[in-house]
């Protein structure tokens, strides 16, 4: 099944991307660290204009540690890109992001004025959170709302940088199915928009695939089944989801085990190496 976020925003987007990126000096980009690429949303890197961008690859504390090292690699190789991996309850690293920002521009503009940037990023991936916790106070949790927010912006100074009040809101760019049931799998997309059950069945086999080890201390298990939803049976054996009759409530125990990927119970997971995406783009290229 397909997911289609905000079809028709495209162009409404586009100008208030390019409109908000004419007042700032920077960008901070939030990603998810588990998913850095699927979480993105290109129209950032197509209208930065050279302006740079700060990526901030958060919840790095549900991510796998060498897998986000990668990643960082990759984006700190990027012109005009530094990236810096961080959980919202690092404050320490939070507390410096005015000091990076401002290394970040150059000399001649930040010598007169606050730096100024915006946060942006697509849905759930903390943007609130990090903004709470830069400016120190709480917020109002912002709706959901396609594209960069209409509403009068106010910018909050804080240590030299001049922070928008409001965070830009974008949409991920699903580039094939994996991408919209990895953004599903971790929290991004929302049950609605995608069967529950699809999800279940691709994230057992993700996790069959890549952290098998992860699914035996979990859920007991010394020998894993080779089907993904023989795996989700598995797992309503084991946590008594039955129906009457003996037979495994499946809905049950796809939930069970998203919510336990999502809450970090199985482990650091990343749902995407540098390398896949590096061959995905290469295929790409040629094609
Ligand atoms: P948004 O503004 O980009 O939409 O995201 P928001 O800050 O609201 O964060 C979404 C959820 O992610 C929140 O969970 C928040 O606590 C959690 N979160 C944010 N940063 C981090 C992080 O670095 N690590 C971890 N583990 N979690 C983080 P929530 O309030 O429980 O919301 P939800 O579960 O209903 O989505």
Same mark, same amino acid.
């Given at each position: 099944s397909q997911i289609n976020w905000f079809p028709g925003h495209m162009h409404k987007a586009r100008k208030e991307i390019a409109e908000v990126m004419s007042e700032i000096d920077l960008v901070i980009e939030v990603l998810d660290a588990r998913l850095p690429r699927s979480s993105e949303n290109p129209l950032v890197n197509q209208l930065r204009k050279g302006k740079p961008v700060l990526k901030i690859l958060n919840k790095q504390d549900l991510a796998d540690p060498q897998i986000t090292e990668e990643w960082l690699a990759h984006f700190n190789s990027q012109e005009g890109v530094r990236a810096i991996a961080l959980d919202a309850s690092q404050q320490k690293l939070v507390k410096r992001l005015p000091e990076i920002c401002k290394q970040m521009i150059p000399t001649r503009a930040k010598a007169e004025r606050p730096v100024r940037a915006m946060i942006m990023g697509i849905p759930n991936v903390g943007k609130s959170t990090l903004l709470n916790a830069i400016l120190g106070r709480k917020l109002a949790k912002v709706g959901? &709302? =396609? *594209? #960069? /927010?209409?509403?009068q912006k106010r910018y909050t100074v804080q240590g030299g940088l001049a922070l928008s009040d409001t965070p830009g809101i974008l949409w991920p760019k699903i580039e094939d199915p994996d991408s919209g049931y990895r953004l599903a799998a971790s929290g991004a +997309?929302?049950? /609605? *928009? +995608? &069967?529950h059950e699809l999800v279940a069945t691709f994230a057992a086999r993700f996790m069959l695939d890549h952290y098998a080890d992860n699914l035996r201390a979990r859920y007991r298990l010394t020998d894993l089944p080779e089907i993904a939803d023989d795996l989700l049976d598995v797992i309503g054996r084991k946590r008594g989801c039955?129906? =009457? $009759? $003996? #037979? #495994?409530d499946r809905h049950k125990a796809s939930e069970i085990l998203i919510n336990e990927m999502r809450a970090g119970t199985l482990g650091r +997971?990343?749902? &995407? /190496?540098l390398t896949e995406w590096q061959q995905k783009d290469e295929a790409a290229r040629l094609a």
């Open positions: 959901n &709302e =396609p *594209a #960069v /927010t209409r509403q +997309i929302k049950d /609605t *928009a +995608i &069967e039955l129906r =009457p $009759g $003996g #037979v #495994v +997971i990343s749902f &995407e /190496t």
